[in-house]
């Protein structure tokens, strides 16, 4: 199985400031067709994840433009541009060019 | 709107078999590019993925936990089933299914609890 690693693993954040969370995986993840699959995913506590980012950058309809994704091959990042209130939760990132899929161990994001 | 949504047992017992059904609506599973899959998440842990099945009834498995999956769909009434066999305690999980869309997850369900415990 791919293996997707995720740093930090907690992340404490100012309100307004910005906030970034690597996501490396053990494989590259650029498919036969030439895309790279590698989605973000946020979950807040006793919800189910809601996909943020898919495809490395593209954002999800209705998803707030102060979240952004990047990278390529096998290094990703999540960046949140100014944190708000709602951001709090556990982030994954989640690769879908090898089955299974296979998501990172997740990062908190909690309010200093 | 796309919706899905989880129902099955809460509580199972160790070596009975759990079966989860996946309702969904708002797209349909005869069409092209579309999948429903399963996925679990251990109170407190990550999330992994179990079982696929596609428009075209191809079907991908988790390969630690192949031996004890199935996975079918009823495209007319708009459902998926799971099995697992051999329940263990370490199977306790929130389970979810999800919608793929050429072979990415997008919608999810809102998860159903699942004990398993003499």
């Known amino acids: 199985d791919v293996v997707m690693t995720q740093s930090p693993l907690s992340l404490p954040v100012t309100l307004g400031q910005p906030a970034s969370i690597s996501c490396r995986s053990s494989q590259s993840l650029v498919y036969s067709d030439g895309d790279t699959y590698l989605n973000w995913f946020h979950q807040r506590p006793g919800q189910s994840p809601r996909r943020l980012i898919y495809?490395?950058?593209n954002r999800d309809s209705g998803v707030p433009d102060r979240f952004s994704g990047s990278g390529s091959g096998t290094d990703f990042t999540l960046k949140i541009s100014r944190v708000e209130a709602e951001d709090v939760g556990i982030y994954y990132c989640m690769q879908g060019a090898h089955w299974p899929w296979t998501f990172g161990q997740g990062t908190r994001v909690e309010i200093k | 709107q796309i919706t899905l949504k989880e129902s099955g047992p809460t509580l199972v017992k160790p070596t009975q078999t759990l079966t989860l059904t996946c309702s969904f609506s708002g797209f349909s599973l005869s069409t092209r590019g579309v999948g429903v899959g399963w996925v679990r998440q251990p109170p407190g842990k990550a999330l992994d993925w179990l079982a696929l099945?596609?428009?075209?009834?191809?079907?991908r498995y988790s390969p630690s936990l192949r031996s004890r999956l199935a996975i079918t769909k009823d495209s007319s009434k708009n459902r998926v089933v799971l099995t697992m066999t051999n329940m263990d305690p370490v199977d306790t999980a929130t389970y979810y299914c999800?919608?793929?869309?050429?072979?990415?997850?997008?919608?999810w369900g809102q998860g159903t609890p699942v004990t398993v415990s003499s």
């Open positions: 999800a919608r793929e869309w050429w072979e990415q997850p997008d919608y």
């Open positions: 099945i596609y428009w075209d009834d191809d079907k």
């Open positions: 495809k490395v950058s």
